[in-house]
């Protein structure tokens, strides 16, 4: 019904539809797999291979830091000879440091990933939206412009027959005629600007169609908003930045600390003997060096650490707070809708328009001029629905992504009712 209905719309505006009236039938795609192709978008893979990268990367200090050998007659006396090692070393507490930092430097790049994610993950959510709630109305408005033909023809036919005829019904019925088709043009080239971004999204030439089978009810669309008032976790992708941000600023504060703290140095082992004469043990020597750090000396640069990260602190809690604000207000935002709807589907399943129609015994009394225009009147009506819900789902959406729910391990499509992982 709905292809034959888009096919209709297609050849009265002399168009052919995106993938609807082709010759040959479109790929069928369901509403996750064109979700789930976010993950192959070349941003993110791109980003993937960066994290593969840094993963590869060795941050690990070996335990020498350096090593010295001595060869060769002492300096005072020639006829001595001097052998020495030598050993200088990297700190355990500086190498856990230095992995720490390779830890913060590697989560926060995959925040941002997840920051990108959400974006991308989004953009396909509006579009799928888009496409599901443009068919829709097209099928609306379709069935608007067909009454509102039959309307102009009955007018123009009582006007040749010599019958009394409004002008005014005559030119508001053309009037709402052209509004229509312009309405049919529009979104009819928004329904395959839609299909076109899902072939780019799922890589494919071929055309396409979704499969909505199971597309979110209203009903859903409340209990996800009333389980989201009740727990909302700080998932948001920029919230966790901050957060990553604060670790590698801290990381980097103790790898800093470990060069100052350093108490054992180096180690040295020497032998040294005059020419020809037998081996004594002591010959032999040991020197060893240790610091004694100056915690002063430090001060400078671990004043400077803590005012970046106190700032970063400050700006973490107030994007917490302003999250939270968002939300809240997201929430109130999608619940007005949500009465909004309820109200708007009440009035027109319970209105006039609806109650003649239905009713037999008040529809045979009525002219086929009246049933017509009662029959616009309730179309309209569901016309209007449809663009409502399409708005209830837009901010829902949004709500999500103020969560961080949209793009949050596990992925969910969050435009099914069964929330189905993909």
């Not at 291979?49 to 830091?65: A, E, I, S, W």
């Not at 099928?139 to 006007?159: F, G, I």
């Not at 971004?197 to 009810?217: C, K, P, R, T």
Request: glycine share 4%.
């Amino acid at each position: 019904m709905l292809r034959s209905t888009l096919c209709f719309i297609a050849c009265f505006c002399g168009m052919t539809m995106h993938g609807i009236c082709a010759g040959e039938d479109p790929i069928r795609l369901s509403v996750k797999e064109v979700l789930a192709s976010a993950e192959k978008e070349r941003r993110v893979l791109a980003g993937q291979q960066t994290l593969q990268f840094m993963n590869g990367l060795n941050y690990r200090l070996p335990v020498v830091k350096s090593l010295g050998l001595r060869y060769g007659a002492e300096d005072v006396s020639q006829a001595k000879q001097q052998y020495g090692i030598a050993f200088s070393f990297n700190t355990f507490a500086k190498i856990r440091a230095q992995e720490n930092v390779k830890q913060a430097q590697f989560d926060l790049h995959q925040t941002k990933n997840d920051v990108l994610l959400v974006q991308i993950v989004k953009e396909r959510y509006l579009n799928i939206a888009n496409v599901f709630y443009t068919q829709l109305e097209l099928a609306k408005q379709q069935r608007l412009d067909s009454l509102l033909h039959t309307r102009n023809a009955t007018l123009k036919l009582a006007l040749q027959k010599g019958m009394t005829v409004k002008v005014k019904d005559l030119v508001e019925t053309e009037e709402h005629l052209r509004t229509v088709r312009t309405n049919l043009i529009e979104l009819q080239n928004n329904l395959k600007t839609g299909y076109q971004q899902i072939q780019e999204y799922v890589g494919v030439q071929h055309e396409v169609a979704l499969n909505f089978n199971d597309f979110i009810s209203v009903s859903k669309v409340e209990m996800v908003v009333n389980s989201l008032k009740i727990n909302r976790a700080h998932n948001a992708p920029e919230l966790r930045a901050f957060q990553q941000k604060i670790n590698l600023m801290q990381s980097a504060l103790k790898l800093e600390e470990t060069n100052f703290n350093t108490f054992f140095d180096n180690f040295q082992l020497n032998y040294s003997t005059k020419a020809g004469s037998d081996f004594s043990g002591k010959d032999f020597g040991i020197r060893f060096g240790v610091n004694i750090p100056i915690k002063g000396n430090f001060r400078p640069k671990q004043n400077e650490y803590l005012l970046d990260m106190k700032m970063v602190e400050n700006e973490y809690h107030f994007a917490i707070f302003e999250q939270d604000r968002l939300i809240k207000f997201q929430i109130l935002k999608v619940e007005n809708l949500l009465k909004a709807l309820k109200t708007v589907t009440e009035q027109a399943n319970q209105g006039l328009a609806k109650t003649m129609l239905e009713n037999a015994a008040v529809s045979t009394r009525l002219t086929a001029a009246d049933i017509i225009d009662l029959k616009i009147l309730q179309h309209e009506k569901e016309a209007d629905l449809v663009k409502m819900n399409h708005e209830l789902v837009r901010e829902y959406l949004v709500l999500l992504e103020l969560t961080g729910d949209l793009a949050y391990a596990p992925l969910k499509n969050y435009l099914s009712n069964q929330l189905e992982k993909y």
